[in-house]
């Protein structure tokens, strides 16, 4: 049971490129997020999924796409990276139904140049 | 999700009882606290969540006021390991699985 797992844990992008971090958990959980954390404060919700073939957009979804094909992988797609994206990325799920908290993942440390 | 409020800062000696404390006076009733955890810069932590009840398990108990307009985590035996920012969230209903994260309280456990 590897919980959830994100990768890269580190990532250098120039400004322009595209890039996808991969969340996948094996707990067959409904629910699904992605947040970001810029230092110093707390994590905003970007993306989350309440199922496979459901998104939903949430505080700062602006440049960046989900898609859940399936119960286990959750990828977050960056279209266009720009400097203002450089921050450290949390996938989480948990399952629905019953009041769990959520897993997170360890992060994905993400600069732009 | 309705708003909650934290102290930015505690210090706790370690050994003793951390209580940090959680306003969130715009609660509604089907909306859940939670209190999770982040040591450094690791992924959150969760701790516990009540609706009205109060809650205990291996980690931290959690006291939730009669009117649910605040709450308080107790750590009852804090260590250095301890030491991390807490946050406080109101969440559930149509809001269930979006967690808004605020500033948190930053615990330093002290020797």
Redesign the interface.
Known sequence: NAGVTQTPKFQVLKTGQSMTLQCAQDMNHEYMSWYRQDPGMGLRLIHYSVGAGITDQGEVPNGYNVSRSTTEDFPLRLLSAAPSQTSVYFCASTPVGLHYGYTFGSGTRLTVV | DAKTTQPPSMDCAEGRAANLPCNHSTISGNE?V?W?RQIH?????????G?KNNETNEMASLIITEDRKSSTLILPHATLRDTAVY?CIAA?GTS?????????TILTVHP
């Open positions: 859940y939670y999770y810069s690791q992924g959150p932590q969760y701790i516990i969540h609706l946050y559930g269930y699985g979006k967690l808004t994260f605020g500033q948190g």
